[in-house]
């Protein structure tokens, strides 16, 4: 009976396989009662399998674990996945998100490579948040991208970018408004309207506590330094 | 007669009007489309259903505008709606 905590969270995850218990192996613990199971059946994972072909079967398990995991947080823990590339640099988590291929993790690669140890990734592709009085924290998961980056960490959110491929470097302070058609394409979208509205309050929220950004940027050192030098300051 | 599909909901977030899907309806729809203040108090009526005209005239009461204004937003509201596919 293999329990793990996850967003500080403890869940008992029962699968079909191996391959899921072994991705969340860093988020394993003992001596502490589980908040909620997520069980897996044969049948549920052959019924997604059907949707998607091309993947393997113990993938698609450990999706259907992750979707649960997710469903559980967003129900009873203010909780949502949000998916960017999140890197924590003195204590406080920024998130970098886009559509898939801009480069949201060739910029946290460049973060890295700027800051050194400084920079500690939280995860590559799906970080959870949780809404925590009047916090925002990002908590690592064992969904950690094709790369595999990240940790078994957590910090509050300082700011949220969103990337844009640019020949020149510019960062701009943008509004929630403008922000929001982004995050909601980031999140995974429940299937029923008490949900949506838990998901809305949560994004409504988040919005206007951390700052927002847009960054038009290349593939450079001065990319970095430049989105850095300005959401490190909250300028 | 005009009338949202059942499974579109309007919210109001971050200062903005957003119509999204539920339930089934997420297969045909991803995402949200955003409207304006005037967008909203029409989808109002729309959810109970209206003909043009009378969006037409829930305008000309609601904002005071002329006629001709009225039926050119309406007609453009309209529009949006039915190329999202969100009307019946």
Known sequence: MAKYKIADTVFEILTVSDYTQHLCKDFLVEDLKAEHTIKTTVEEVREEMKKE????????????????????????????????????????????????????????RLWRELLKEKAVMLNDDK???????????????????????????????????????????????????????????????????????????LLDGLLKTVNLYKLQCNVSLESAELSFNVMSKGE | MLKVKTGFILREVS??????????????????????????????????????????????????IDKELAVKDVDAFVNKMKGAGLLE
């Open chain 1, 53 to 108: 072909p091309n993947f393997p079967g113990v993938y698609i398990e450990s999706l259907v674990v992750f979707r649960r995991l997710c469903d559980y947080l967003l129900q009873k823990k203010k909780g949502i996945i949000f998916h960017s590339s999140a890197i924590i640099v003195n204590g406080e988590a920024y998130l970098f998100t886009a559509p898939s291929g801009t480069g949201k993790s060739t910029h946290a």
């Open chain 1, 127 to 201: 970080p959870l948040i949780r809404q925590i009085g009047n916090q925002f924290i990002a908590y690592g998961s064992p969904w950690n991208g094709k790369h595999k980056l990240g940790a078994n960490v957590s910090a509050p959110i300082k700011a949220i970018c969103v990337l844009e491929q640019a020949k020149e470097n510019k960062i701009t302070k943008i509004s929630p408004k403008e922000m929001l058609p982004v995050v909601i394409n980031q999140t995974m979208y429940p299937n029923n309207e008490e949900k949506v509205d838990k998901m809305l309050n």
């Open chain 2, 15 to 64: 200062e903005t009007f957003i119509v999204l899907a539920v339930g089934e309806r997420v297969k045909e729809f991803n995402g949200m489309i955003t409207i304006n203040e005037t967008g909203a108090y029409l989808w109002k009526i729309l959810e109970k259903g209206a003909t043009a005209e009378d969006l037409v005239s829930a305008l000309i009461e609601e904002y005071g």
